[in-house]
């Protein structure tokens, strides 16, 4: 499959209570992944202008490992994809076009199942030949597996209608019985100038592009909350359940696999806050010139000390 897919290991603090004092409380120095031997030395940073820095967790967990899940100390090793689905229309490639990378997808997300790895991961950016409509792919993938996670990485929430993607991504759950890991952001670099307005959105007179992704956001959380809020017709075409209606179909436990892909300190605390996990990156804003490794561990502090019980996803993915 050649539609630039990156195969990696997600490094997570999930909450686990065999581990007592360290559940919620994992840590992403270099030193941690290097001093183990199944594990082996993570590779320096090469790119976007890092050379020579010190190794950190979002590139170590670009290797793959044979056995998934598995614990260094207070780290979590999930092996995972995540795949950008970029097509071209050149006679070497083998993705040529959005149904090649569509169906290319599905049949990939079967056979890292069927491998033993523990989740398919998909990336979102409007106006690209590339992967830009997640739920119908992620409907597709959750009705053709049975155990994997199956997730975004991220979607821009400046884009979204929050109450179109809270229906949308309650039914995609619902047919993947639940194992829907939903990663969401303010977005990245855009292949046009502002794009979305061209989807109908605009910040609000006291808001930024950015506050306006975080507002969708958080209407986002509440409408997955699943409690009532529309006052029904009186004569409606089909008989309504007592009081206020929540938007269909619900899937219960939805709201507490949202991951917000953060990269500054601020967003993390706001995301712990608001009782999210969080997803960091290489795209980590330099906020103190320290190594990648010491600010993303400092950023998940943050999030630890927010909310006992949220999680952090470390991989190479594009967030702000």
Not at 18 to 26: D, F, M, Q, T, Y
Not at 71 to 77: A, H, S, V, W
Not at 253 to 261: A, K, M, N, Y
Not at 276 to 300: I, R, W, Y
């Amino acid at each position: 499959m050649l539609n630039r897919l990156a195969a990696y290991c997600s490094i997570r603090t999930d909450r686990i209570d065999a581990l007592g004092e360290n559940r919620a409380h994992g840590t992403f120095k270099a030193t941690s992944l290097k001093s183990s031997p199944k594990l082996g030395t993570a590779p320096t940073v090469s790119d976007g202008g890092t050379a020579g820095r010190e190794p950190s967790a979002s590139v170590a967990t670009q290797r793959t490992h044979t056995k998934p899940c598995r614990l260094y100390g207070k780290l979590i090793l999930h092996e995972e994809f995540l795949s950008f689905g970029r097509w071209t229309p050149s006679p070497q490639s083998q993705a040529r076009s959005a149904a090649d990378v569509l169906l290319q997808s599905i049949d990939l997300a079967v056979e890292v199942e069927r491998l033993g790895m523990d989740g398919a991961y998909f990336r979102v950016h409007h106006f690209a030949q590339q992967l830009v409509s997640p739920f119908p792919l992620l409907a597709a993938v959750g009705a053709k597996t049975r155990k994997i996670e199956i997730g975004t990485a991220v979607i821009d929430m400046r884009y979204e209608n929050p109450h179109y993607m809270a229906e949308d991504a309650g039914a995609a759950d619902l047919i993947a019985g639940g194992r829907l890991q939903l990663g969401i952001s303010r977005g990245s670099r855009e292949q046009v100038i502002d794009g979305w307005r061209y989807f109908g959105y605009r910040p609000l007179e006291s808001e930024d592009d950015a506050e306006m992704g975080r507002r969708h956001a958080e209407e986002l959380l509440e409408l997955l909350r699943g409690k009532g809020f529309a006052k029904p017709h009186p004569r409606p075409m089909f008989p309504n359940p007592p009081g206020l209606l929540r938007l269909e179909p619900y899937s219960e436990g939805l709201h507490d696999r949202i991951w917000w892909g953060s990269a500054s300190n601020a967003t993390a605390a706001w995301a712990a806050k608001l009782g999210m996990n969080m997803q960091t990156s290489t795209l980590k804003f330099d906020e103190t010139g320290e190594p990648l490794h010491v600010q993303q561990s400092a950023q998940n502090s943050r999030l630890s000390r927010r909310l006992e019980g949220s999680r952090t996803q470390a991989h190479s993915a594009y967030f702000r």
